[in-house]
C-alpha cells in the first residue's frame, strides 16, 4: 500500500513466458508492441521500419507472414532488429514452421485455423524446437462460424470461448508458452472480453482494441480500453492499432502506460490548453518540444503552463516547470523551485537544454545508485 492508496493498481497474477529475451507476464513490466506496414518480402523497408519503431521505444515488433517470400526475408529481418520480431501466421502452418526457422520469437497464430490436430503438432514442434511463444489472436471479425451460430453475433463469451478452445489445442500438445488476446473494434465488448479471459486463465493477456481507427480517433478509444483494463491490473503487453505509423503506435502507447504510472519513459508532459491569460503560445510551444524531446528516453516531468493560476502549483510537482509572465520574460522552476527567468525567443532552446542536462544528472545518479547497491 503506497502513501496514495487510490493510485495502487493490483496487477492480475499471470504466468511469465519469453518473447525472444523479452519477458512478458508475471511482474515483468508491460510492454508496448507495434506491427510493420511494409511488404515484409522488402526486408531493407521492414528493417528500417522496425528501427523507428524501437527507437520510439518498442519492446517488441510484429510483421505479417502471408507467403514465402515474406518467410524468405524474416531472417535477414531478425538479426537486424534489436528487438523480438513476431511472425504474424493466418491459415497456412508452413508459414509458421518457415517463421519459427527463420527466428522469429514468437508465432502469432489461431491453433484451429491451420488445421487438422497433425498440422498444429507441427507448429508446436517447431515452435519448441525454436523457443518460440506463440500468440493466440482472438477478433471479434473473425470468430468461427459455429461460435456465431451458437450466439448470434460476436460477444464476449463467444470471444472468451474461442480463446480456451484454442488454448486447449495448444496444451493438448504440451506447449504453455503463450499469450492471448480477444480483439474487437467495439470497446465494451473487448473490455468484456479480457475481463472474461482474465478469470478463465491465467496466461498473459495482450491487450488491444483492433481497427480502433485513425490517430486521433483510435488514440482515444484504444485509451479508453486498454486504459480501463490496465486500470484493474488486466493486461501483460499491448498494441495500439491506429491507422497511422506504427512508431505513432509506439508513442500512443507509452503515453497511456504513462498515464496510469504503469511504465515511464522518457519526457512526461503537464501543459495547460491555453487561454488569453497565456504569457506565450503553449500549444505551438508544447508541439515543438514534444517533437525535439523524442529523443529523451529518461523519465522526467516537464510542466509548460501559460500564465502563473496553476503555473506554479503544477511545477512544484515536476523536475522542470516554465510560467508564463508579462513582457515576453518568463519563469523556470527546477526541482518544484524558482530558478531564473527566460526570455520568451530563447525559450524552447532553453528548456530542451535543460531537459537534455536533467536527463545526465538522473542517469549518472541511476548508475551510482547501482554501483553501491552492487
Wanted: aromatic fraction near 4%; hydrophobic fraction near 40%; include cysteine.
Amino acid at each position: 500500500m503506497s502513501i496514495r492508496p487510490w493510485r495502487d493498481i493490483a496487477r492480475r497474477p499471470s504466468r511469465q513466458i519469453m518473447v525472444g529475451n523479452v519477458p512478458v507476464g508475471g511482474d515483468a513490466p508491460v510492454t508496448v508492441q507495434t506491427m510493420t506496414n511494409t511488404p515484409t518480402e522488402d526486408a531493407a523497408a521492414t528493417i528500417d521500419q522496425i528501427r523507428r519503431c524501437e527507437e520510439a521505444g518498442a519492446d517488441i515488433v510484429r510483421v505479417s507472414c502471408p507467403d514465402v517470400a515474406s518467410t524468405a526475408a524474416l531472417g535477414q529481418i531478425v538479426r537486424a532488429a534489436k528487438v523480438p520480431i513476431v511472425a504474424d501466421i493466418h491459415f497456412h502452418y508452413k508459414r509458421a514452421l518457415e517463421a519459427a526457422d527463420a527466428g522469429a520469437a514468437c508465432l502469432r497464430i489461431n491453433p484451429g485455423n491451420i488445421g487438422s490436430s497433425d498440422r498444429v503438432a507441427e507448429v508446436v514442434r517447431a515452435a519448441k524446437a525454436n523457443g518460440c511463444a506463440i500468440r493466440i489472436g482472438v477478433n471479434a471479425g473473425s470468430l468461427e462460424k459455429d461460435l456465431l451460430e451458437k450466439y448470434g453475433e460476436p460477444c464476449p463469451e463467444a470471444l472468451v470461448e474461442s480463446a480456451l478452445d484454442h488454448i486447449k489445442l495448444l496444451q493438448d500438445h504440451d506447449f504453455h508458452e503463450y499469450k492471448v488476446a480477444v480483439k474487437a473494434s467495439d470497446v465494451f465488448l473487448a473490455v468484456a472480453a479480457y475481463q472474461g479471459l482474465a478469470e478463465a486463465t491465467d496466461c498473459p493477456l495482450h491487450l488491444g482494441i483492433t481497427e480502433a481507427g485513425g490517430l486521433i480517433g483510435g488514440t482515444v478509444k484504444s485509451s479508453i480500453g486498454l486504459g480501463s483494463l490496465l486500470w484493474f491490473g488486466i493486461g501483460d503487453t499491448i498494441r495500439v492499432s491506429l491507422s497511422a505509423e506504427p512508431e505513432e503506435e509506439v508513442r500512443v502507447g507509452f503515453e497511456i502506460l504513462k498515464a496510469l504510472g504503469i511504465r515511464n519513459r522518457g519526457v512526461r508532459v503537464v501543459s495547460c490548453p491555453s487561454c488569453a491569460r497565456q504569457g506565450f503560445d503553449v500549444i505551438r510551444t508544447v508541439q515543438a518540444l514534444e517533437e525535439r524531446l523524442q529523443h529523451i528516453r529518461t523519465p522526467m516531468s516537464l510542466s509548460v503552463l501559460g500564465c502563473v493560476v496553476n503555473g506554479p502549483g503544477e511545477a512544484r510537482e515536476t523536475d522542470i516547470g516554465i510560467t508564463g509572465g508579462g513582457n515576453g520574460k518568463h519563469m523556470v522552476y527546477l526541482s518544484g523551485v524558482t530558478d531564473h527567468h527566460v526570455q520568451d525567443a530563447d525559450m524552447i532552446e532553453h528548456i530542451v537544454k535543460l531537459v537534455e542536462a536533467k536527463a545526465v544528472e538522473i542517469e549518472a545518479a541511476d548508475a551510482a545508485a547501482k554501483l553501491a547497491a552492487e
